[in-house]
């Protein structure tokens, strides 16, 4: 009986182990990149001027996701030379519903209240269709989405066709965006042309989400 008693324990004592042990673990690690060619989960966000929107808002439409953060220098530097801007206008001209997505905690020293992400976009002369929220991360983590920026296109079929990087070279310099090559532009004139994108996924870099 004592023999038993003490089984019982120690199988309680490894239960709650592996759970603490779980528990410890990186947020990162539990969010998991949804890849190209797999079904878009779903999306439920905030706009700035508080009104819900979900996938049943934007099926049926090519979609461009941004996932951003005024207070990160890497989004930073594509807003402050304009190539974001650039960017999102190229989307709207050519059909996309450009969804900009700030998915930083309430609690976090970046989180930007509505009003204030509002003016800092027309600060920043946003081109964008959507601007949102996402307070509680259940969006970003759904789609893994890790830094900003990070992107997202995904079809009226409601299919990733790509998520990554803006483009391909890894920094927080303006100077390095004229040679680099822009993803997000480059999917988008294969997907007019009406041929498959040719770099569905590319590693995103960029400030941690704050979720």
């Known amino acids: 009986m004592h023999r038993k008693n003490m ?15 779980l528990s410890l673990l990186p947020l990162g690690q539990a969010v998991m990149a949804v890849s190209a060619g797999q079904p878009a989960p779903a999306i439920a966000l905030q706009t700035l001027d508080g009104k819900s929107i979900g996938s049943a808002d934007l099926k049926n439409k090519w979609l461009v996701l941004e996932w951003t953060n005024p207070g990160c220098p890497f989004v930073q530097k594509h ?35 509505p009003k204030d992400m509002a003016a800092w976009n027309e600060q920043m002369k946003a081109q964008v269709s959507l601007a949102t929220l996402d307070p509680n991360g259940a969006t970003g983590k759904a789609f893994g989405a890790k830094t900003t920026p990070q992107m997202v296109i995904i079809n009226p079929q409601g299919t990733v066709v790509y998520n990554g990087a803006i483009d391909s070279i890894r920094s927080a310099s303006q100077a390095d965006i004229s040679k ?10 294969e997907i007019k042309a009406g041929k498959p994108v040719s770099e569905p996924e590319t590693t995103p870099y960029g400030c941690s989400i704050k979720y």
């Open 180 to 189: 680099a090559t822009n993803y997000v532009l480059k999917a988008m004139a």
């Open 79 to 113: 807003y402050q030379a304009g190539n974001m801007q650039a960017t999102q206008s190229a989307a709207l001209k050519a059909g996309f519903t450009w969804v900009q997505i700030n998915s930083t905690n309430p609690g976090h020293q970046d989180y930007k209240a």
């Open 7 to 21: 089984d019982t324990q120690k199988s309680k004592r490894t239960i709650l182990q592996v759970a603490l042990a």
